[in-house]
């Protein structure tokens, strides 16, 4: 059973929140254009599943961090997107329907492919032959309350309070990334005891360049793999932002509560420091002035 501290509850308590906001832009026919259509969501999961940890490997195996924190960069890469990446997919008018199909569809695949990779990882640079179990029971209930059934009651209200959703549409635009800069100050700077970090400014110097090159990269990739295929525009970006930016509240809850190293957490929290800007900027490149549009 998952020991969930003070931050985690936290946490989850403004995802949740924050994946009722974005539901609010919905409706249930975005959802069946995307079965109708699978081909975007195929896409975007075949490339957060099996090229983005081949990535992080690569970048682990060249740098300089230590072997644990190589596992972390690892961890980080195998970790399916969240509500941060949906929410930054609603501001910049991406395909949230697809953002949050993504979401929901990996995280429950990732309950299989994340215990082999960092067990690859594990034994590659620790030489620690050990199994990851993630509880699967757990990990579906926290999916499910976190992300899909906040969703699910934001496309309610809009459903049948249309008129009160388009109102709330544009303060929440401000209100929520609010709130997202809340969940990285509490993983931040709260206290150990409490389940914050204690990292140090040199630690995150050290990290933030393998960090950095992994959020660039996979968002690179995602947008020209994406582009390849002819999916449509919107849907390019919207696959960069997912397999660009990863659930870093599982980074760390695998690292600190099932592996139970500090220092396999430093790389998600330096990740967490920088992706929402990093994704805004890169889709301003890619789409320019109509970012909000």
């Known amino acids: 059973m998952i020991d969930y501290n003070l931050a ?10 924050i994946m009722l906001g974005v539901g609010l832009s919905l409706t249930l026919n975005d959802f069946k254009q995307i079965l109708l259509f699978p081909k975007s969501i195929i896409t975007g999961l075949s490339i957060q ?5 081949v990535i992080a490997f690569v970048i682990a195996y060249f740098s300089n961090m230590s072997a644990e924190q190589k596992v972390g960069i690892v961890l980080v890469s195998t970790c399916a997107s969240g509500a941060s990446s949906n929410l930054i997919t609603h501001l910049v008018r991406g395909n949230v329907a697809l953002a949050i199909s993504m979401t929901s569809l990996n995280s429950i695949i990732t309950i299989v492919t994340l215990p082999v990779i960092v ?5 590659f640079f620790l030489e620690i032959d050990t199994k990851i179990i993630l509880p699967i029971g757990e990990t579906i209930i926290q999916i499910f309350l976190v992300t899909i059934l906040p969703a699910i009651i934001g496309i309610t209200i809009r459903r049948l309070h249309t008129r009160i959703a388009i109102i709330l549409e544009k303060p929440l635009k401000v209100i929520l990334p609010l709130i997202l ?12 005891n409490q389940g914050g970090s204690g990292i140090t400014f040199s630690e995150s110097i050290n990290i933030l360049p393998y960090v950095f090159l992994l959020n660039v990269l996979a968002m690179t990739v995602g947008y020209y793999i994406a582009k390849l295929v002819k999916l449509e525009y919107r ?10 930016l990863h659930n870093t509240a599982l980074a760390l809850l ?9 220092e396999m957490e430093m790389p998600a929290l330096v990740y967490s420091m920088f992706t929402f800007f990093t994704a805004i900027l890169f889709v301003y490149v890619v789409k320019g002035k109509q970012i909000f549009k």
């Open 235 to 244: 849907n390019q970006y919207t696959i960069a932002i997912e397999v660009g």
């Open 254 to 262: 695998v690292a600190g509560t099932i592996l139970k190293s500090p």
């Open 49 to 53: 599943i099996f090229l983005i940890p």
């Open 181 to 192: 800069f809340l969940v990285f100050a509490i993983k931040i700077f709260a206290g150990k």
């Open 119 to 123: 067990s690859i990882a594990l034994y």
């Open 8 to 17: 985690d509850i936290l946490v989850n308590v403004v995802l949740a929140i």
